[in-house]
C-alpha cells in the first residue's frame, strides 16, 4: 500500500524541473503530474475514500500547487497547506516535504470548525527553526488562484500558476527586478511555446512521490498518550476501533490487545 513506507519506492514520482527565465528575471518550474494522480487514486481506491462533487479534482490541484511551490523553495523546508471553506463546510489539506521528496493530502468533510470567512493557513517548517504560520482570507475555492493569491500577500511578490497541458502545470515566480510586465503579459498558450520564445537556463530537477509515510507503528504514539477514560471511549465495547491518518486518510485496525502492549513496552 502507498502509505506503507517499506513501499513508498513502488510510487512513481514526478520529475519537476527549475529553470531562470534569463532577462526576465523569473523562476519557472514545472511539472506533468500523471503519475501523482495515478498514485492518488490508487490511494483512495485502496483505502475506499470516495470523494463527491469534484472534491477529488480539488484536492488534486491541491498537490500539483504545493508541490510546484515546494519545488521553488529551500531542500530544508516542509509545507502545509489548509484551505478552509464555509459554504459547503469543508477543509482540503495538502502537505509536502522537500526532504522526503513527498506530497499528500485529503479533504475533511466531518467535524470541520466553522469560521466566519474563507481561510487559506500555510504552515512551514524548516530544520532547527521555529515553524512558521501566515493566513490569508480567499473568496474562491480554485488551489491555483488561492496560492497566487498567498504569494501576493504572504510572500510578497507575484506568482502565476499555467496550464501547460491537462495535467502538467507550471509556476512562475518573480525574483527580485523581475519583468513584471511581462509576467502579467504571460498565457496559458504563451506558455506552451515559452521555450521558443524565451531563454531557459536549467538549475535542477526534483522528484515529488504521492506518499505518506504514515504507519500503525506512527498512530500507537498519538493514542497512548491519551488517559485511559479516554482510550476505553474510543474503543467502546469492542476489542477493536478504526483510526484514520489525519494527513491522508487512510483507516487502520487498531486491537486493544496490541495498543496495551505498546503502552507496556
Same mark, same amino acid.
Given at each position: 500500500m502507498l502509505n506503507d513506507p517499506a513501499k513508498e519506492s513502488e510510487a512513481e514520482p514526478v520529475e519537476i524541473r527549475c529553470y531562470f527565465v534569463r532577462?526576465?528575471?523569473?523562476?519557472?518550474?514545472? =511539472? #506533468?503530474?500523471? +503519475?501523482?494522480?495515478?498514485?492518488?487514486y490508487l490511494h483512495l481506491m485502496q483505502q475506499q475514500i470516495r470523494y463527491e462533487d469534484g472534491l477529488d479534482e480539488w484536492l488534486k490541484d491541491g498537490l500539483a500547487a504545493l508541490a510546484?511551490?515546494?519545488? %521553488?523553495?529551500?531542500?530544508?523546508? %516542509?509545507?502545509? &497547506?489548509?484551505?478552509? &471553506?464555509?459554504? +459547503?463546510?469543508?477543509?482540503?489539506?495538502?502537505?509536502?516535504?522537500?526532504?522526503? =521528496?513527498?506530497?499528500?493530502?485529503?479533504?475533511?468533510?466531518? #467535524?470541520?470548525?466553522?469560521?466566519?470567512?474563507?481561510?487559506?493557513?500555510?504552515?512551514?517548517?524548516?530544520? =532547527?527553526?521555529? +515553524?512558521?504560520?501566515?493566513?490569508?482570507?480567499?473568496?474562491? +475555492?480554485?488551489?491555483?488562484?488561492?496560492?497566487?493569491?498567498?504569494?501576493?500577500?504572504?510572500?510578497?511578490?507575484?506568482?502565476?500558476?499555467?496550464?501547460?497541458g491537462e495535467e502538467d502545470f507550471v509556476l512562475v515566480t518573480a525574483q527580485p527586478e523581475c519583468d513584471l510586465e511581462w509576467l502579467e503579459s504571460m498565457t496559458d498558450e504563451s506558455i506552451r511555446k515559452i521555450d521558443e520564445t524565451e531563454t531557459l537556463s536549467l538549475l535542477e530537477t526534483r522528484e515529488y512521490r504521492f506518499t505518506c509515510g504514515c504507519s500503525i507503528e506512527k498512530i500507537f504514539p498519538i493514542i497512548a498518550g491519551m488517559n485511559q477514560v479516554s482510550i476505553d471511549d474510543m474503543f467502546g465495547e469492542e476489542e477493536t476501533m478504526a483510526a484514520n491518518c489525519p494527513r491522508c486518510g487512510a483507516r487502520y485496525v487498531i486491537t486493544r490487545e496490541a495498543l496495551e502492549a505498546y503502552i507496556e513496552q
Open positions: 532577462e526576465r528575471n523569473a523562476l519557472l518550474v514545472r =511539472g #506533468d503530474f500523471s +503519475p501523482v494522480y495515478t498514485d492518488f510546484l511551490h515546494l519545488a %521553488s523553495r529551500p531542500r530544508n523546508e %516542509s509545507v502545509a &497547506w489548509t484551505l478552509s &471553506w464555509q459554504k +459547503p463546510l469543508q477543509n482540503l489539506f495538502v502537505t509536502g516535504s522537500n526532504m522526503q =521528496g513527498n506530497v499528500t493530502g485529503r479533504v475533511f468533510m466531518k #467535524d470541520v470548525r466553522e469560521r466566519n470567512e474563507n481561510l487559506f493557513i500555510s504552515q512551514v517548517s524548516r530544520e =532547527g527553526e521555529e +515553524p512558521r504560520q501566515s493566513m490569508i482570507t480567499v473568496d474562491q +475555492p480554485n488551489l491555483f488562484s488561492v496560492a497566487e493569491s498567498f504569494y501576493d500577500q504572504s510572500e510578497q511578490r507575484r506568482a502565476r500558476y499555467f496550464a501547460h
